[in-house]
């Protein structure tokens, strides 16, 4: 257990309104904190009283922590919040560009961030007290403005500040990506099945003499495919991937999305899986978990070779009958296009809908020029654009719509 210096209590702490603010900066960084928590937590405090800032501490774990991922991020906002000196020089260094190569980095761990985040998003516990005198009315023209989220959809991700990033990930956390399901060769029992059961008509019937008394009926049975990602981390791709890996893990852990299993995997020189990691609840902790067994991001791009090590590796593992694939990548290889085409080819073959999330997309002018998106291009079922929300949002649209023939048309005359 971190030991901690005694608390002081000014003469007039107003405990309760810094109570309601810590509870809203919990609640900014991801925790489910409402009005009932700090009803709680001023109740808490009152019986059980502290004289050191561990107990004050432990009161309020035992209040607002529910889950064991939410542990990480209620350290990190109890100490930015009342003012720990060891981690308050770390918070503007954690939300501040860096410039490589004049200091030494501050490597923010789990939680780090989402906390700075909160806190330094108007939530701090010092709430300057305005004179009681009214306020002058202002008024705003807003007849041709654009709502903040509907900008923030249509942005471009590497166009976003920290602000924007953050709200865009919490925005992404809240997407859904469901699948129909697939009927399956397979039948099971059914009161009003459209086949007749003889086998199990007849094993009733010997029960009874011989005697049919009743006709048993069967359906075809439903089963659920599978989700494969394959996010390129390269260089070119680093601001893209990463929004993209946030929304694999709330898809990933949503419950009633439809999907059998979800895989990830990334690729830059080397392919790495990261399907175990997604499924940590704490999206940082599983990002940050997920990088470190990925040592190929932001290097260079071999989309033919790590293609080839995942058909040869883990096609016949994750691409079930019926699997659909997301490819993430903007197509610029190192590799011959020959080697990219056959890999492509083998792996359009495996699944049954095989999407690819371009950013480059996002140019009105954007023409096939490059050898290795030339050599992807007539394998793929749905080419669609990757650099902002809107673009996955449209996601659900193209996995639920059975493969269009007019698509690879479109693709084709592109070349």
Same mark, same amino acid.
């Given at each position: 257990m971190p030991?901690?210096?005694?608390?002081?209590?000014p003469?007039?702490?107003?405990?309760? %309104?810094?109570?309601t603010?810590?509870?809203?900066?919990?609640?900014?960084?991801?925790l489910p /904190?409402g009005p009932?928590? /700090?009803?709680?937590?001023t109740?808490?405090i009152?019986?059980?009283?502290?004289?050191?800032?561990?107990?004050f501490?432990w /009161?309020?774990?035992s209040?607002?922590?529910?889950?064991?991922?939410h542990?990480?991020?209620?350290q990190?906002v109890?100490?930015?919040f009342w003012?720990?000196?060891?981690y308050?020089?770390?918070m503007?260094?954690?939300m501040l560009?860096?410039?490589?190569?004049v200091?030494e980095?501050h490597?923010a761990?789990?939680g780090?961030?989402?906390?700075?985040?909160a806190l330094?998003?108007?939530?701090m516990?010092?709430v300057p007290?305005?004179p009681?005198?009214e306020m002058?009315?202002?008024q705003v023209d807003?007849s041709?403005? =654009?709502?903040g989220q509907? !900008?923030?959809r249509s942005?471009d991700?590497e166009q976003?500040?920290m602000?924007?990033i953050i709200e865009a990930?919490?925005?992404?956390?809240?997407?859904t990506l469901?699948?129909?399901?697939?009927?399956?060769r397979?039948?099971q029992a059914?009161?009003?099945?459209?086949?007749?059961d003889w086998? !199990? %008509?007849? !094993?009733?019937a010997m029960? %009874?003499g011989?005697?049919?008394s009743h006709?048993a009926r069967?359906?075809h049975?439903?089963?659920?495919?599978?989700l494969?990602v394959?996010?390129?981390?390269?260089g070119?791709?680093?601001?893209?991937?990463r929004?993209?890996?946030?929304?694999l893990?709330?898809?990933?852990?949503?419950k009633?999305a439809?999907?059998a299993?979800v895989?990830g995997?990334t690729?830059?020189?080397?392919?790495?899986?990261?399907?175990?990691?997604?499924?940590h609840?704490d999206v940082?902790?599983?990002l940050a978990?997920?990088? =470190?067994?990925?040592h190929?991001?932001e290097g260079? %791009?071999?989309?033919?070779?790590?293609?080839k090590t995942?058909?040869r590796?883990?096609a016949?593992r994750?691409?079930?009958?019926?699997s659909v694939?997301?490819?993430?990548?903007?197509?610029?290889d190192r590799?011959?296009?020959?080697?990219?085409a !056959?890999?492509?080819?083998?792996?359009s073959l495996?699944?049954r809908?095989?999407?690819?999330?371009?950013p480059?997309l996002r140019?009105?002018?954007?023409?096939p020029?490059?050898a290795?998106?030339?050599a992807?291009l007539?394998?793929v079922?749905s080419f669609r654009a990757?650099h902002?929300?809107?673009?996955?949002?449209?996601?659900a649209?193209a996995i639920s719509m059975p493969?269009?023939?007019?698509?690879?048309?479109?693709l084709?005359?592109m070349?």
């Amino acid at each position: 257990m971190p030991e901690f210096p005694p608390l002081e209590l000014p003469e007039n702490p107003k405990l309760t %309104t810094n109570l309601t603010h810590f509870a809203r900066a919990l609640r900014a960084a991801g925790l489910p /904190v409402g009005p009932g928590k /700090v009803i709680e937590a001023t109740r808490a405090i009152a019986l059980v009283g502290f004289s050191k800032k561990s107990d004050f501490y432990w /009161v309020l774990h035992s209040v607002f922590v529910s889950r064991p991922e939410h542990r990480a991020v209620f350290q990190k906002v109890f100490r930015l919040f009342w003012r720990d000196p060891r981690y308050l020089e770390h918070m503007m260094a954690m939300m501040l560009p860096a410039i490589r190569g004049v200091a030494e980095e501050h490597v923010a761990k789990p939680g780090e961030k989402r906390a700075a985040g909160a806190l330094l998003d108007g939530v701090m516990c010092d709430v300057p007290e305005f004179p009681e005198q009214e306020m002058p009315e202002i008024q705003v023209d807003a007849s041709c403005t =654009q709502s903040g989220q509907e !900008r923030l959809r249509s942005l471009d991700f590497e166009q976003m500040n920290m602000a924007e990033i953050i709200e865009a990930k919490r925005m992404l956390s809240q997407l859904t990506l469901p699948i129909k399901p697939l009927v399956s060769r397979r039948y099971q029992a059914a009161k009003y099945g459209n086949r007749a059961d003889w086998a !199990r %008509t007849l !094993r009733r019937a010997m029960r %009874t003499g011989g005697d049919v008394s009743h006709f048993a009926r069967k359906r075809h049975r439903m089963r659920w495919p599978n989700l494969v990602v394959l996010c390129d981390i390269s260089g070119s791709m680093s601001a893209y991937s990463r929004m993209v890996l946030h929304f694999l893990h709330a898809v990933s852990n949503q419950k009633g999305a439809g999907w059998a299993q979800v895989h990830g995997f990334t690729f830059g020189t080397e392919l790495t899986n990261i399907t175990r990691h997604l499924a940590h609840r704490d999206v940082d902790a599983a990002l940050a978990a997920a990088g =470190q067994e990925a040592h190929d991001w932001e290097g260079g %791009t071999r989309i033919g070779a790590c293609l080839k090590t995942f058909n040869r590796d883990w096609a016949r593992r994750v691409l079930g009958q019926g699997s659909v694939v997301i490819l993430i990548t903007d197509g610029l290889d190192r590799d011959a296009p020959e080697i990219l085409a !056959r890999e492509m080819q083998r792996l359009s073959l495996s699944a049954r809908h095989l999407i690819w999330l371009n950013p480059l997309l996002r140019w009105t002018e954007f023409a096939p020029k490059a050898a290795g998106i030339r050599a992807m291009l007539p394998h793929v079922d749905s080419f669609r654009a990757g650099h902002n929300i809107t673009a996955l949002e449209g996601l659900a649209k193209a996995i639920s719509m059975p493969s269009d023939p007019g698509e690879k048309t479109r693709l084709m005359a592109m070349l």
